[in-house]
């Protein structure tokens, strides 16, 4: 379990490790945690929020590229998430800084085993009924459950119900029933579809 502290942007967005997003910033706050992560290359926190109120999970994340400035100070801004914690400390100022920040836990390695192969076949299984390209990674000897889970393109809501599991093995047995339910339900859009057209 390793504790850090980071500069925090609460926001109603969560991303797994390797997904990415394009974020405009306007707040004066937010523009001073751009030019600090601009000038000292600092990683940052998105802890999200779910009707206004923190979840206590979020997504730890790199400034990518500025896509563009404006006179303003606003700024359009691509990031990419490195890594994904547990709010312990919310602060509304981080130090001096105009921004929040907080102390997190980052989510251990070990809750995030390799794919076990029962995983790996029925994601498989369902990339090919679902005519979705496996992506390079997928084939990779070290494919994890949260890799997994950002091919799969989870909601947010269910990136942190696989998150508050306990177990790499609830992790696991909540993606196969992931799947499992997206499977059934491509057969019935499927037949559905095969019924309309022999009609």
Same mark, same amino acid.
């Given at each position: ?7 925090? @942007? ?24 751009? =030019? ?11 802890? =999200? ?41 919310? @602060?509304?100022?981080?130090?001096? *800084? ?21 995983? =790996? ?10 005519? *979705?390209?496996?992506a390079p990674?997928? =084939? ?18 269910? *990136? ?18 992931e799947i ?20």
């Open positions: 379990m390793q504790k850090t502290q980071l500069a925090l @942007f609460p926001l109603q967005l969560f991303l797994l490790p390797g997904e990415t997003t394009k974020l405009h910033i306007f707040e004066e706050r937010y523009q001073q945690l751009l =030019f600090d992560c601009e000038d000292v290359q600092i990683s940052f926190g998105i802890p =999200f929020t779910e009707n206004g109120t923190l979840t206590g999970y979020g997504s730890m994340v790199n400034l990518k590229k500025v896509i563009s400035r404006n006179e303003n100070g606003s700024a359009d801004i691509e990031i990419e998430a490195i890594g994904v914690f547990k709010v312990e400390r919310f @602060f509304l100022r981080m130090g001096e *800084k105009l921004y929040p920040g907080g102390d997190v836990i980052l989510i251990d390695q070990e809750k995030t085993s390799i794919v076990n192969n029962n995983l =790996f076949s029925a994601f498989n299984a369902y990339m090919l009924e679902s005519n *979705k390209p496996l990674e997928s =084939f990779s000897a070290d494919l994890n459950v949260l890799h997994l889970a950002r091919m799969l393109n989870l909601a947010d809501s269910k *990136k942190i119900e696989l998150l508050r599991l306990q177990s790499s093995a609830e992790m696991e047995k909540f993606l196969l029933n499992k339910m997206r499977s059934l339900m491509l057969k019935q859009k499927n037949s559905i579809e095969h019924n309309i057209f022999l009609n």
